[in-house]
C-alpha cells in the first residue's frame, strides 16, 4: 500500500491549492478517503472525507472554502483549498477511512504554508 500526497506549497492568505493522494495496493473505489493534516504541536485532525459513492463530509474549519473529490479509475483524490488562511498551515494527509479510523500507514504528507 502506498499513499502519495502532492500538491503542497507556499501560498499568501486567500489564495488557493489543489491536493491530490494518490493510492496504490488498495480498492480504491470501495473505501471512504479523507484528508487530514497535522499542524506543529497538534495532534492530527480530520479536515474533509468523501465516501465511496461520492458524499462529502468537511469539519466546521474548513466548510465552504475546502472541496474533497475522488476519480476512482485514477484511484486519487483531491483537495481544492480555497480562501486560505494561516491556520491552515500544517502537513496534509490523505488515507482510506473506515468510518474515521485510518486502514493504512501514513505517507509522507504535503506542506501547506500559508503567509499572512
Known amino acids: 500500500v502506498q499513499l502519495v500526497e502532492s500538491g503542497g506549497g507556499l501560498v499568501q492568505t486567500g489564495g488557493s491549492l489543489r491536493l491530490s493522494c494518490a493510492a496504490t495496493?488498495?480498492?480504491?473505489?470501495?473505501?471512504?478517503m479523507a484528508w487530514y493534516r497535522q499542524a506543529p504541536g497538534k495532534k492530527r485532525e480530520l479536515v474533509a472525507a468523501?465516501?465511496?459513492?461520492?458524499?462529502?463530509h468537511y469539519a466546521n474549519s474548513v466548510k465552504g472554502r475546502f472541496t474533497i473529490s475522488r476519480d476512482n479509475p485514477k484511484d486519487t483524490v483531491y483537495l481544492q483549498m480555497n480562501s486560505l488562511k494561516p491556520e491552515d498551515t500544517a502537513v496534509y494527509y490523505c488515507?482510506?477511512?473506515?468510518?474515521?479510523?485510518?486502514?493504512?500507514?501514513w505517507g509522507q504528507g504535503t506542506q501547506v504554508t500559508v503567509s499572512s
Open positions: 468523501v465516501s465511496s459513492g461520492g458524499s462529502p
Open positions: 488515507n482510506a477511512v473506515v468510518g474515521t479510523t485510518p486502514q493504512y500507514a
Open positions: 495496493g488498495i480498492r480504491f473505489s470501495m473505501y471512504a
